[in-house]
C-alpha cells in the first residue's frame, strides 16, 4: 500500500508539471517528453479495482469511424501543447469505450437531460421497448406539443438495399441519403443516389417503393409476407422483432404514438438494429391536410457491435440508448413563450417572503425558515428594509408565482397576506394554514414558463 501510494503522489506530480508546460506554452517536444514519462508512471500504477469513477474521455481517434457522413460534425481541436483533441458529437460512442475499458458487461445509465442506455445480454426487445417508453414520457412531461416516435431497423433497411440491388459497398453511403427523406422530396434524394453516389436509376426507383410505406404493426405484418424481402435473412430477423417491439408498446400504452418509418436510416455507422427518431407535429391548419413534422427532439437504437471495436479481444456487449435533444427543445420553447409573450422562469422558488413594512427582517428569517422546513421551495431578499415595490418586481421579473407578505396587522391578526403575482389577488391566509395553501397553489400543472 506504501509503494502504490508514493507512485500516485508521483503520478500527480507529473501531471502538475505536464499542465504547468502547458500554461506556460511550452515547446511540443518537451510537452510530448514530459507526457511520455507520465503515462510510464501510470501504466506501473495499473488500474485501481477499488475505485469505479464513471468518466468517459475520449481522443480524436476514438470517434473517428463511427459516425459515417455524419463525421463532420466532429469537431477538431488542440490544446496548448499541441495535442490531437475533438469535441465530442455524442455520448454513445465514449460509453462504449468505457464499457469495453472497465470490462463492464451490464450496466443501465442515465446522463442528466440527455442520454439514457442499457447495456447487456437480455431477451429480444425489452429494453428496446423501455427506451422508447422513456423518450414518450419525457416528450409529454415538457408539453412542448404533439410528437410522433418514428422506429425502423438497420437490418430491414440493410436486407432492402440488397434485394434492391444495392451493392454492399453503397449500403452506409445510400442509408445516409434515404435519411434525408424528413427534410427533402423523394426526387432530390433519387438524384443525390443516381447523380452523386452512382446508384442505377431503377435501383433507385426500387428503394423508392418501399421507403415511401410508413404505418403501424399491419404494415410489418405486410412486409413479413413481402415475397422478396421475407426471404431476406436480416430483414426477416428484424421484421420479427419490430412485430414483438409492437406488442411491447401496446403494454406499456404507446403503440399510438409509434409509427413503423422504412424512410428513418439515422446516418450514424454504429447502429446495428431497431433506430428511432421523436419529431413534434405541426397541426393542420385546414381540415384534410396531413400532419407535418417540424423537426427532431429525441433519437436512438441498437448498437450491439460498438464495444467490441473497443474491446482487445473483440468482445461484444449489446447496448441500446435514447438521446434528447436538449439543446432544440430549448429553442421550441423560448420561440412559444415570445410568440405568447410568457416570460421564462429563472428559479424554481414558489413563493417569495416578503414584507410590508420596515423591521421584519427577523419575521421573514422566521416564516421562511417554516417554509423550508415544510419543504416549500420559498426564499426573501438579502436585505434587511426592502422595498415593497422591489420585492414584488423581483417576483416578476424572475417568475416566482407567490408572495407571502408579513405586516405590523397581520402580524397582530395571525395571517399572511398570500398574493397572486400574476392576477395581483391578494387573501389573508392562518399562519397554520399557510403551507398548505401554497402547496394547494402550486401542486397545478404548470406549463413551461
Known amino acids: 500500500m506504501a509503494e502504490r501510494a508514493a507512485l500516485e503522489e508521483l503520478v500527480r506530480l507529473q501531471g502538475e508539471r505536464v499542465r504547468a508546460l502547458k500554461q506556460q506554452k511550452a515547446s511540443a517536444e518537451q510537452i510530448e517528453e514530459e507526457v511520455a514519462k507520465l503515462l510510464k508512471l501510470k501504466a506501473q500504477l495499473g488500474p485501481d479495482e477499488g475505485k469505479q469513477k464513471f468518466v468517459l474521455k475520449t481522443p480524436k481517434e476514438t470517434l473517428t469511424g463511427k459516425y459515417g457522413e455524419d463525421s463532420k460534425l466532429i469537431y477538431d481541436l488542440k490544446d496548448q501543447g499541441g495535442e490531437l483533441l475533438s469535441l ?93 427523406l424528413d427534410k427533402v422530396s423523394w426526387e432530390e434524394v433519387k438524384n443525390e443516389m443516381v447523380g452523386e453516389k452512382g446508384l442505377a436509376p431503377e435501383v433507385a426507383d426500387r428503394i423508392g417503393d418501399y421507403v415511401q410505406q410508413h404505418g403501424g404493426v399491419s404494415l410489418v405484418e405486410q412486409l413479413l409476407q413481402d415475397p422478396e424481402l421475407s426471404q431476406n435473412k436480416q430483414a426477416l430477423e428484424g421484421l420479427g422483432d419490430l412485430k414483438l417491439l409492437f406488442e411491447y408498446l401496446t403494454l406499456f400504452g404507446i403503440a399510438d404514438k409509434i409509427s413503423f418509418d422504412l424512410s428513418l436510416a439515422r446516418g450514424l455507422d454504429y447502429y446495428t438494429g431497431v433506430i428511432y427518431e421523436a419529431v413534434l407535429l405541426q397541426t393542420p391548419v385546414r381540415a384534410g391536410e396531413e400532419t407535418l413534422g417540424v423537426g427532431s427532439v429525441a433519437a436512438g437504437g441498437r448498437y450491439d457491435g460498438l464495444v467490441g471495436m473497443f474491446d482487445p479481444k473483440g468482445r461484444k456487449v449489446p447496448c441500446v440508448g435514447l438521446s434528447i435533444g436538449v439543446e432544440r427543445i430549448f429553442s421550441i420553447v423560448e420561440q412559444r413563450l415570445e410568440a405568447l409573450e410568457e416570460k421564462v422562469r429563472t428559479t424554481e422558488t414558489q413563493v417569495l417572503v416578503a414584507s410590508a413594512q420596515k423591521k421584519l427582517l427577523e419575521e421573514r428569517l422566521k416564516l421562511v425558515s417554516e417554509l423550508w422546513d415544510a419543504g416549500i421551495k420559498a426564499e426573501l431578499l438579502y436585505r434587511k428594509n426592502p422595498k415593497l415595490l422591489n420585492q414584488l418586481q423581483y417576483c416578476e421579473e424572475a417568475g416566482i408565482p407567490l408572495v407571502a407578505i408579513i405586516g405590523e396587522q397581520e402580524l397582530k391578526d395571525g395571517v399572511i397576506k398570500l398574493r397572486s403575482v400574476a392576477s395581483r389577488e391578494e387573501v389573508d391566509v392562518r399562519r397554520e394554514d399557510l403551507v398548505e395553501e401554497i402547496k394547494r397553489r402550486t401542486s397545478r400543472p404548470l406549463c413551461m414558463c
Open 88 to 180: 465530442r458529437y455524442d455520448l454513445t460512442v465514449p460509453f462504449a469505450r468505457y464499457l469495453a475499458m472497465n470490462k463492464l458487461t451490464n450496466i443501465k445509465r442515465y446522463h442528466i437531460a440527455k442520454d439514457f442506455d442499457i447495456a447487456g445480454q437480455f431477451d429480444p426487445m425489452i429494453p428496446d421497448a423501455e427506451c422508447l417508453k422513456i423518450m414518450c414520457e419525457i416528450l409529454s412531461s415538457l408539453q412542448i406539443g404533439d410528437f410522433l416516435v418514428k422506429v425502423n431497423d438497420r437490418r430491414i433497411l440493410d436486407g432492402m438495399f440488397a434485394i434492391c440491388g444495392v451493392p454492399d459497398s453503397k449500403f452506409r453511403t445510400i442509408c445516409s441519403s434515404v435519411d434525408k
